[in-house]
Structure formats: structure tokens, C-alpha cells
């Protein structure tokens, strides 16, 4: 199974500030870079640059309330990202399994030839 991986989508997450951030707007349902800057120790300016980072890969979508833009995420773009992830989790399970048959082919092989018999 081939997995293609959205490189501008793995970049937006894999900052610990934007990580936080999506949290943060799952647990309240929404939030604007004000109310965001309140749970980071980041400033307001700082959280908008992350926001725009997290729109651009889809993961979080603006609308104007007032003078200010409420975000939201987007539900289909974060489920794509776990299904990517999970994907990516499985092809290094897979390849971590064959290298410790591979490693333990070596170890075997590698045993003195006398190792597991009785003797007299």
C-alpha cells in the first residue's frame, strides 16, 4: 500500500505551537487568535502567523465576526491527517518487523554449533 504524504499538511503539525493550537480549538470548538494567544505562551501576532500557517495546509478555516476572524477546524482535512498518519505508523511497524527477523536471522546464524545440543 502506497501512502502519499501532504508534506505542506505534516509541516503545519509538526510544530508543538500549532499542535496545541488545534487542540485547542477541538476542546472549545472554535476560537479566535485572541482567545487562542490567551492559552500559549505566544503572542497574538505570533498565534496569527500560526493560524495562516494551518489555513494554508486546510486544517483550519476563518470567518469574520466583528473585527475579528473566528477559526474552526476542518474535520475532513485533520481525519485526513490521522488516516496519513496511521498509514505512515504501519509501513514503520512493518519495516521495524523485518528488521528484527533480519536481526535475529543474524543472531541464529551466528550461535556456536554446539549451543542446544545435549551432551554425553
Known sequence: MTVVIDDDLWSAVGDPTRRRMLDQLLVDGGGTATSLSDHLPVTRQAVSK?????????????????????????????ARAVAQLSAVGATWDARLRRIKTIAEAIQQSQLPKTEGRDHA
Open 50 to 78: 500560526h493560524l495562516d500557517v494551518l489555513g494554508r495546509a486546510g486544517l483550519v478555516h476563518a470567518t469574520a465576526v466583528g473585527r475579528e476572524r473566528r477559526y474552526r477546524v476542518d474535520d475532513a482535512q485533520l
